[in-house]
C-alpha cells in the first residue's frame, strides 16, 4: 500500500522506543512526528493522519489521549502499544476507538500490518 504525504505522530516516552518506530514508519514512505509526551503532542496542535501512542507515560496516559481527542470528535486512527497488556486495557482502548493495541515487544510486521488498516480505514 501507497500512503505517501500521510503523517504520523509517535508518542512515547522512551526514546529508543520512539525513534524505532519514527524509522519505521519513514521506512513506509510516510512523514513521521516524535513526540516524547502526550502533553507535548498536545501542544504541537498538529493535524495529523495516525496516532502511535505509548500506553503508560509520565502525565497524560496513551489511553487519556485517545478519549480526549476522541471526546474533541477527533477521529484520527489511533494505535496503542504497551508492554502492560491487560483485558481492562485492551476494552478500553477498543472501546475508546483504538485502531489497534499492539503489546511490547511486538514484530515490526504486527505494527506495518496496524498502520496499513488504520490508514486504509480512514
Known sequence: ??????????VDDDASVRTAVGSL???LGLRARLFDSAEAFL?????TDLVISDLQMPGMSGLDLLELLRGRADRVPF?????FLQDGVARRA???GAACLL??????D???????RALAAS
Open 25 to 27: 514508519v519513514r521506512s
Open 43 to 47: 501542544a504541537a496542535g498538529t493535524a
Open 1 to 10: 500500500m501507497s500512503f505517501s504525504d500521510q503523517e504520523v505522530c509517535v
Open 110 to 116: 504486527a505494527l506495518v500490518g496496524c498502520i496499513e
Open 79 to 83: 494505535i496503542v502499544i504497551t508492554g
Open 94 to 96: 477498543e472501546g475508546a
Open 103 to 108: 503489546g511490547k515487544p511486538f514484530q515490526a
